[in-house]
């Protein structure tokens, strides 16, 4: 049972649009969250391609771990949670030798089709369960050979995002097995590199390095980071793709699916093997690594990113900001189902106008061209809403199970409107409550692996015992 003492952990979370450092304190069973820094995560274009600003995000984690030391907390231990595909290349000295591009840049564009040519998406399906999307790693690296470009030739090590941060906070090279599992080149059975794609694929097998499992300890910080004024500091590997650690905060039940709502919406199931049937291929559904030896049986779906380029946009025009108390009221004064998109549209991508992406897209489709504030925002909810339906009967097709409940997570939890779109789309039950689900995830995890609660188990019932939950029931 729980120590009555105090567990302190530092959880990095990296999202596509910002980032934070959360201390999370344990005590008496229950856990409280402390938000110590929170930094913006903005891609730079350079050129012709999309960059993460690798450095700043680096000097930021720093801060954080010296926001949380000044803060007075005696941090047992930190760990890193980042988005999934991206990477950065390492030369043979260990240095980082470009800053890594962002996956909406348009590099890969074409590249599936290219090598779909060498290896099918079937053949590749089978193997590594992975939904084809031309974001996933294999595509981001195959445009590096398919350029001719001279960085991947004098490349040593490729390490995704949260490994690659790892490393220089603690000098270990590792790929850690939840984000690993994103480059669609991880063998969903085995949860190892898959050996016959780098036959067949024009890739090193030595840029990658050995899969280490959640849930064990990485190393202690670097002595330059020690010198700056920071404990020695244990660092864990956890969940590092940053649903596998919000999935893994969920009291799931049997009989419940999972929806984490942010710029992404990821709806599926945790399961104890994968499902690598044509029928789930088709489907468009995907096998990641969970924590707890799961896989996360799910469908990538765009999500907010539609709501929230709007947002920027209109920000960016009238130079004000707007709530989304604001925006979700002028939702509601809107008419019902006027008009409705595919948010995994490639015209939503990345546009450079997401009003004029919509309206174009109502327009093609023969549908009312929302005008108003308020009509653009219902649009995207109610769209969203339906897709979820949608993905949903097609879950219950390839599993065969019946799912009568739907637990959300992440920021788009808090969408009160939203939630009940989806309770009434899906005419299921649904469950919010835990919006930090990340950084919950990602320090229960760190208090299992040095010992301080006893599994997994332990830590979902101490977050029942600090969170109140809300359900929303279809009307």
């Given at each position: 049972?729980?120590?009555?003492?105090?567990?302190?952990?530092?959880?990095?979370?990296?999202?596509?649009?910002?980032?934070?450092?959360?201390?999370?304190?344990?005590?008496?069973?229950?856990?409280?969250?402390?938000?110590?820094?929170?930094?913006?995560?903005?891609?730079?274009?350079?050129?012709?391609?999309?960059?993460?600003?690798?450095?700043?995000?680096?000097?930021?984690?720093?801060?954080?771990i010296h926001a949380a030391v000044k803060k007075g907390y005696q941090l047992q231990g930190l760990a890193i949670d980042t988005w999934g595909?991206?990477?950065?290349?390492?030369?043979?000295?260990?240095?980082?030798?470009?800053?890594?591009?962002?996956?909406?840049?348009?590099?890969?564009?074409?590249?599936?089709?290219?090598?779909?040519?060498?290896?099918?998406?079937?053949?590749?399906?089978?193997?590594?369960?992975?939904?084809?999307?031309?974001?996933?790693?294999?595509?981001?690296?195959?445009?590096?050979?398919?350029?001719?470009?001279?960085?991947?030739?004098?490349?040593?090590?490729?390490?995704?995002?949260?490994?690659?941060?790892?490393?220089?906070?603690?000098?270990?090279?590792?790929?850690?097995?939840?984000?690993?599992?994103?480059?669609?080149?991880?063998?969903?059975?085995?949860?190892?590199?898959?050996?016959?794609?780098?036959?067949?694929?024009?890739?090193?097998?030595?840029?990658?390095?050995?899969?280490?499992?959640?849930?064990?300890?990485?190393?202690?910080?670097?002595?330059?980071?020690?010198?700056?004024?920071?404990?020695?500091?244990?660092?864990?590997?956890?969940?590092?793709?940053?649903?596998?650690?919000?999935?893994?905060?969920?009291?799931?039940?049997?009989?419940?699916?999972?929806?984490?709502?942010?710029?992404?919406?990821?709806?599926?199931?945790?399961?104890?093997?994968?499902?690598?049937?044509?029928?789930?291929?088709?489907?468009?559904?995907?096998?990641?690594?969970?924590?707890?030896?799961?896989?996360?049986?799910?469908?990538?779906?765009?999500?907010?990113?539609?709501?929230?380029?709007?947002?920027?946009?209109?920000?960016?025009?009238?130079?004000?900001?707007?709530?989304?108390?604001?925006?979700?009221?002028?939702?509601?004064?809107?008419?019902?189902?006027?008009?409705?998109?595919?948010?995994?549209?490639?015209?939503?991508?990345?546009?450079?106008?997401?009003?004029?992406?919509?309206?174009?897209?109502?327009?093609?489709?023969?549908?009312?061209?929302?005008?108003?504030?308020?009509?653009?925002?219902?649009?995207?909810?109610?769209?969203?809403?339906?897709?979820?339906?949608?993905?949903?009967?097609?879950?219950?097709?390839?599993?065969?199970?019946?799912?009568?409940?739907?637990?959300?997570?992440?920021?788009?939890?808090?969408?009160?409107?939203?939630?009940?779109?989806?309770?009434?789309?899906?005419?299921?039950?649904?469950?919010?409550?835990?919006?930090?689900?990340?950084?919950?995830?990602?320090?229960?995890?760190?208090?299992?692996?040095?010992?301080?609660?006893?599994?997994?188990?332990?830590?979902?019932?101490?977050?029942?015992?600090?969170?109140?939950?809300?359900?929303?029931?279809?009307?």
């Amino acid at each position: 049972m729980y120590e009555f003492t105090t567990m302190e952990y530092l959880a990095i979370d990296l999202g596509a649009g910002s980032g934070r450092a959360i201390v999370g304190s344990i005590e008496n069973g229950q856990i409280h969250l402390d938000e110590v820094h929170r930094f913006s995560n903005k891609p730079v274009k350079l050129g012709n391609t999309l960059y993460w600003n690798f450095l700043s995000l680096y000097e930021n984690i720093l801060q954080g771990i010296h926001a949380a030391v000044k803060k007075g907390y005696q941090l047992q231990g930190l760990a890193i949670d980042t988005w999934g595909v991206d990477f950065g290349l390492l030369d043979r000295q260990g240095n980082l030798m470009s800053n890594p591009v962002c996956y909406r840049d348009i590099r890969t564009n074409g590249m599936s089709e290219k090598v779909d040519h060498l290896i099918s998406n079937a053949e590749m399906y089978a193997c590594t369960g992975i939904q084809q999307l031309e974001i996933n790693s294999i595509y981001q690296i195959y445009s590096y050979i398919d350029e001719i470009d001279e960085l991947i030739d004098i490349s040593d090590k490729l390490l995704f995002i949260p490994d690659l941060i790892n490393y220089f906070l603690t000098g270990q090279l590792f790929n850690e097995y939840t984000i690993a599992s994103t480059s669609q080149l991880l063998n969903a059975r085995t949860q190892q590199w898959e050996e016959s794609l780098f036959k067949i694929l024009p890739f090193s097998k030595q840029w990658m390095s050995p899969i280490r499992q959640p849930g064990s300890v990485v190393g202690t910080l670097k002595k330059e980071i020690i010198e700056t004024g920071i404990p020695e500091i244990k660092v864990f590997a956890v969940g590092s793709h940053d649903t596998a650690s919000a999935i893994g905060a969920i009291p799931l039940e049997p009989d419940m699916a999972f929806l984490s709502s942010g710029t992404w919406s990821l709806l599926g199931l945790a399961l104890d093997a994968p499902i690598l049937t044509e029928e789930a291929r088709l489907n468009d559904f995907t096998n990641e690594g969970g924590i707890d030896n799961k896989i996360l049986f799910m469908r990538n779906i765009t999500g907010l990113w539609l709501l929230q380029q709007l947002i920027v946009e209109w920000e960016r025009e009238e130079d004000a900001p707007y709530s989304y108390d604001y925006l979700l009221a002028e939702c509601m004064k809107a008419s019902a189902f006027r008009s409705i998109i595919d948010s995994d549209d490639p015209g939503f991508k990345n546009p450079v106008s997401m009003c004029r992406a919509i309206r174009g897209y109502c327009r093609d489709n023969g549908q009312p061209v929302p005008k108003t504030k308020g009509e653009l925002v219902r649009c995207v909810l109610e769209s969203l809403a339906l897709k979820y339906h949608s993905v949903m009967e097609q879950l219950k097709a390839c599993t065969g199970k019946k799912i009568n409940t739907l637990f959300i997570v992440g920021g788009g939890s808090r969408n009160q409107v939203l939630n009940q779109f989806i309770a009434n789309a899906l005419q299921m039950k649904v469950i919010v409550g835990i919006t930090e689900a990340t950084a919950l995830g990602n320090i229960i995890q760190q208090a299992v692996a040095n010992k301080q609660i006893a599994n997994l188990a332990e830590g979902r019932q101490i977050i029942k015992n600090s969170f109140t939950f809300v359900v929303y029931q279809p009307e």
